[in-house]
């Protein structure tokens, strides 16, 4: 999946079905000590505050997480 920053995104997660707006893309270490790309997602948090979240951005994770690109009217 190609993404970009700005791009709308959903995804699945612990917190429920979420939507927000990629921030920023960079490449760090994970917890095996692997060199992966991370995905900074902002998004509006139910009470109405704007929170962020860095999704782990493998191929496998984005399949896991059910994370999809949205028109940038949805979210």
């Known amino acids: 999946m190609n993404l970009n920053i700005n791009d709308a995104i959903s995804w699945t997660s612990a ?3 979420l939507s927000g707006y990629i921030s920023n893309i960079c490449l760090n270490l994970n917890a ?3 060199v992966v790309p991370w995905i900074d997602v ?3 948090h139910e009470n109405g ?3 962020s979240v860095r999704l782990c951005a493998t191929e496998s994770n984005l ?3 059910r ?3 949205l028109n940038t009217e949805t979210v």
């Open 63 to 65: 399949k896991a997480m």
């Open 15 to 17: 917190a429920g079905n």
């Open 49 to 51: 505050r704007e929170c």
């Open 32 to 34: 095996a000590n692997q």
């Open 67 to 69: 994370v999809a690109k």
């Open 42 to 44: 902002t998004y509006m």
